[in-house]
């Protein structure tokens, strides 16, 4: 396991080239991707030649960005120039964007090595990276294991040490809940901090992009690496740099434990939270019992809205300028049915199908409208929490990584993002840290929820919890780069 | 039975900001198909609109112009349908808080045609027809356009008429559009219904979409108005629908049937943040607004003393207004409009140059040119001949006056050679003073013949007129 702390002392010590660690990387990654599925394309190429770029600029002497030379994954959702990106549909299978994402214009700036692009849910829809067209990506804690969605592929290849880190897009839970089934950091930054230009869309007003990293101090310098104002997004706020306040010290902070969170969880996850708290306590945090009523109406609101925003955003795929198009047909009506129908998969056609029931005149106000009042009032439960403690803690997710082919409900699944889907609704930004294992030995995750903009205080509070725990509970297996 | 027509209007009109609605991309009409687009205004996948600040002003002139009442606080919304000429399945325009409410423009018959509101949306594509195949040009896509709805105040095509020439004149004069109907930056979409004259209730309305000229939108109303009145006769009902009209045949068609019926899903633009205009700004656009036309209209005539005919002519345009307005400094403007209209108007006759306005001859070289008419040192005849050759060479009055043409036809002198016309044509003479007020003019032409065009025709009318009567008294 390496950080990008690890990366830039090799670089700086010249004891290895980039391209050196870039041809490492890449043929890591084709090696486990064999069983693992983490990534939906490889870059070697691309590798390669961003690797070369560095190696040129340390023997200029020239000063290396804080990423630089830095090998990572960034989900297929995420518009490269030149590199097809697929959302992990067949839809866009070969679909070759003309420009290029924000963040990828960031990272590449900082002259960051992509290693390939990550395998994901079809278009980010799905809590186990099964509903992916080209195959759900492995656990590589538990290889019979999901990975966990829908950045599921971006996970695996972090947690699998064929990337140092990983970019993925969360809109209900999907950085955080496939961190936490992976054993790893993954941050949902506030609505706003990053740059959504180039993100291909699930829904709009929740969707954010954020990292996954094996450490909580990688997942600040990515972020900051990320966060800006962009003036192509209207939404994009950024955010001042997080790496700068990280003391790792939580002495007075109060911690909100709200009781709606922890009902009927399973109790090797409740001793997990258990534990997380006690040991903030023990470093100086005060716990605090608050009350979050607002759960129970989380998951409705949150699966009208992303429905509603993703039949609206899903609309454009008719494989007229792009994308798949059916072969044969008669009218132009038929072929984009026939089009639509053989390029989506059925957990995409579900949400749209959803999302247009509750947009259709006549259900408009019964569901969509109902869910905007119910956003607002999760919005002011959260602000008034957040007013009244520094953070909270909850689990990330109620369960631990499921077997492939578990057979859930669409319901059922639904029901595991119960503790994701509020963040998102309300913009805040929540980070999943590893605190324990379950009693098959996977990860559970606990998620720490900030404020609007309080990135700094709950990656804290991580860095406090994963110093005291000396990392223990980040244990990856023997995979990937070994350096 | 007696039908009377209501009919409200919404009109399109496209805002001429250098840039498009969402993106920086040209506006200007034409180009090679598909060159003034990028990934926002194709929808590409994960692009981003970031709404123009020109738009929500200019847009925001065109309400305070009209009268509206501009919204601190709009919202964009997405409006869904499918159609090959937009590119992300939805047209992102206002719907439930739009960026005006209210406003009007009163007819020339007193009546008052309210506004509903005005928003602001996007522009589609284009799709053009090759033989079997059809393209899509996307050049179009994104450019800002304003929609004016009226409430249904409307009762004959020729109030439907005098309000889109009025509303073009209005946007023309704020520069927000060049309202170019034949380039699709002005078009018409009409909802007209029947009722029997006198009778409270609306009937059942038709809407006849994309009307892209005076004559489409005149005759679209006139089919319409036989169509329903034939099935209310014949004791039917109008069917509420969409409808097309073919300029070519002059008849309007259903655009979809009644199981297609819109339901354009509309619900809030989650990319866009809402549009914010401050009174403080809100306020600033509208001192900034120039005169209105309707305004200057009254002014010209009431202040200036123009002809309303010719005020009319003259505030349709606003380029025409200015050039006016500056030669008039110092010389009587009545002579100077009556000159713009009669001599210039004749020779600049399409819309385009109209609104345009740069003739070879600059408002300083027409002013000099009146002071010669109004100093009697030349004739209006003469100026004419001369403005001609000024137009021409673009080279000021006085290269063009020879000597004889600046000789001052004084009082006495005119009067002489009238009183010898006079003598000269006794038959024109009788037949005036029977009634025939058109024998007058060959006398005239006979003093203009002696003068080669140099005297006032005006005036030489009047002594002639006198001289008559005088002789005509004598006689009796």
């Known amino acids: 396991m390496t950080t990008i702390a690890g990366i830039r002392k090799l670089l700086t010590t010249k004891q290895a080239s980039c391209v050196e660690l870039a041809r490492q990387y890449s043929d890591a990654a084709a090696r486990e991707n064999a069983l693992l599925k983490a990534y939906i394309t490889l870059t070697p190429d691309e590798a390669l030649y961003a690797a070369a770029e560095v190696d040129a600029k340390i023997a200029r002497g020239e000063t290396l960005p804080p990423l630089a030379g830095v090998p990572f994954v960034l989900k297929d959702n995420i518009s490269t120039a030149g590199l097809r990106t697929t959302c992990g549909s067949k839809m866009l299978e070969s679909y070759v964007p003309f420009y290029d994402a924000a963040v990828w214009e960031s990272l590449k700036a900082q002259g960051c090595v992509i290693v390939g692009k990550g395998n994901m849910d079809e278009f980010a829809m799905g809590s186990t990276n099964e509903t992916s067209y080209f ?86 310098a990515v972020f900051d690496a990320i966060s800006a104002r962009d003036a192509r997004d209207m939404t994009s706020h950024g955010s001042e740099p997080v790496s700068p306040k990280l003391t790792g010290d939580v002495r007075g902070l109060k911690v909100g434990i709200a009781r709606e969170f922890y009902e009927s969880l399973p109790d090797d996850i409740a001793s997990a939270l258990d534990f997380t708290a006690k040991t903030l306590e023990k470093l100086g945090a005060t716990l605090v019992p608050v009350e979050f009523p607002m759960l129970k109406h989380a998951l409705p609101t949150y699966y009208i809205l992303a429905c509603a925003e993703a039949s609206s955003n899903l609309g454009r795929y008719d494989g007229l300028r792009y994308g798949h198009r059916a072969e044969s047909f008669g009218s132009l009506d038929e072929f984009i049915k026939k089009t639509r129908s053989e390029g989506f998969g059925a957990e995409v056609q579900r949400r749209i199908l959803l999302g247009t029931y509750v947009l259709s005149a006549g259900y408009y106000d019964a569901y969509y409208n109902k869910a905007q009042l119910l956003r607002r009032a999760i919005v002011n439960d959260f602000t008034r929490l957040l007013g009244e403690v520094d953070f909270l803690l909850t689990p990330t997710a109620p369960i631990t990584a499921l077997k492939f082919g578990a057979n859930l409900t669409p319901v059922e699944t639904y029901q595991t993002d119960i503790c994701t889907v509020p963040i998102n609704i309300a913009g805040v930004p929540a980070v999943s840290i590893p605190c324990g294992f379950d009693r098959d030995g996977l990860p559970v995750g606990a998620q720490l929820i900030g404020a609007k903009f309080g990135e700094a205080t709950i990656l804290n509070a991580a860095l406090a919890f994963e110093r005291e725990t000396a990392g223990s509970f980040i244990r990856l297996p023997d995979m990937g780069v070994k350096l | 039975m007696t039908w009377e027509m209501v009919i409200g209007l919404e009109t399109h009109v496209e805002l001429s900001t250098k840039t498009k609605i969402f993106c920086s991309c040209t506006t200007e009409f034409g180009g090679e198909p598909n060159t003034h687009c990028c990934p926002v205004c194709t929808g590409m996948p994960g692009s981003l609109p970031v709404l123009n600040r020109a738009v929500t002003e200019y847009a925001a002139r065109a309400g305070l112009a009209l009268g509206g009442a501009i919204q601190n606080r709009s919202i964009m919304s997405r409006k869904h349908y499918v159609y090959p000429d937009l590119p992300k399945a939805y047209q992102v325009s206002q719907y439930d808080l739009p960026l005006c409410v209210g406003g009007g423009i009163t007819l020339s018959n007193g009546r008052r045609i309210d506004l509903t509101r005005i928003h602001i949306e996007e522009d589609a594509g284009k799709l053009v027809h090759v033989g079997r195949e059809v393209l899509i040009d996307y050049n179009r896509g994104g450019v800002p356009l304003i929609e004016i709805v009226t409430e249904p105040d409307f009762r004959s095509a020729d109030e439907v008429t005098e309000y889109m020439e009025r509303l073009q004149t209005a946007l023309r004069a704020i520069g927000v559009s060049d309202c170019r109907m034949q380039e699709g930056s002005m078009r018409c979409d009409v909802n007209i219904s029947l009722r029997q004259v006198g009778a409270e209730k609306y009937g059942i309305r038709a809407e006849v979409k994309n009307l892209n000229s005076f004559t489409s939108v005149a005759a679209a109303i006139a089919y319409e108005f036989e169509r329903q009145a034939e099935i209310l006769e014949a004791g039917g009902t109008v069917v509420q629908e969409t409808r097309s009209f073919d300029a070519d045949t002059g008849i309007t068609a259903p655009l979809r049937d009644k199981e297609n019926a819109d339901d354009y899903r509309y619900f ?86 109209r609104e345009k306005w740069n003739p070879s001859v600059t408002a300083a070289m027409l002013r000099e040119l009146i002071e010669l008419i109004e100093s009697g040192k030349v004739s209006r005849n003469v100026a004419k001949r001369v403005y001609s050759q000024m137009a021409e060479e673009g080279r000021a009055a006085t290269a063009f006056l020879s000597a004889e043409d600046m000789e001052q036809f004084d009082d006495a002198k005119l009067t002489e050679l009238c009183r010898a016309a006079v003598e000269g044509n006794p038959k024109s003479v009788a037949d005036y003073l029977k009634g025939k007020d058109k024998a007058l003019k060959a006398i005239v032409g006979a003093v203009m013949r002696e003068t080669k065009g140099r005297a006032d025709a005006l005036e030489t009318e009047r002594i002639i007129k006198d001289i008559i009567s005088e002789s005509s008294v004598e006689s009796v």
């Not at chain 2, 900034?288 to 309303?308: F, I, Q, S, T, W």
């Not at chain 2, 606003?318 to 009669?342: D, I, K, L, Q, W």
């Open chain 1, 135 to 220: 195959g759900g990506a492995r656990n590589p804690q538990n290889t019979e294991r999901v990975a966990g969605g829908s950045s599921g592929g971006v996970a695996a290849a972090v947690a699998s040490g064929t990337a140092v880190f990983g970019i993925g897009s969360d809109t209900g839970g999907s950085i955080r809940q496939p961190a936490s089934f992976c054993g790893i950091v993954g941050l949902k930054p506030t609505y706003g901090a990053v740059s959504r230009h180039g993100l291909i869309a699930y829904a709009s007003s929740l969707d954010q992009i954020g990292p996954l990293t094996t450490s909580v101090e990688d997942a600040a």
């Open chain 2, 268 to 353: 809030p633009e989650p990319d866009i943040v809402p549009v914010l205009l401050t009174d403080e700004l809100i306020d600033a656009l509208r001192v900034a607004l120039p005169e209105m036309p309707d305004a200057k209209l009254a002014r010209y005539v009431a202040e200036l003393g123009v002809a309303e005919a010719d005020a009319k002519l003259l505030t349709k345009y606003s380029a025409v207004s200015r050039y006016f307005e500056a030669a008039s400094e110092g010389v009587s403007p009545r002579t100077v409009a009556s000159f713009m209209v009669s001599t210039m108007f004749a020779q600049v006759t399409t819309e385009a140059e």
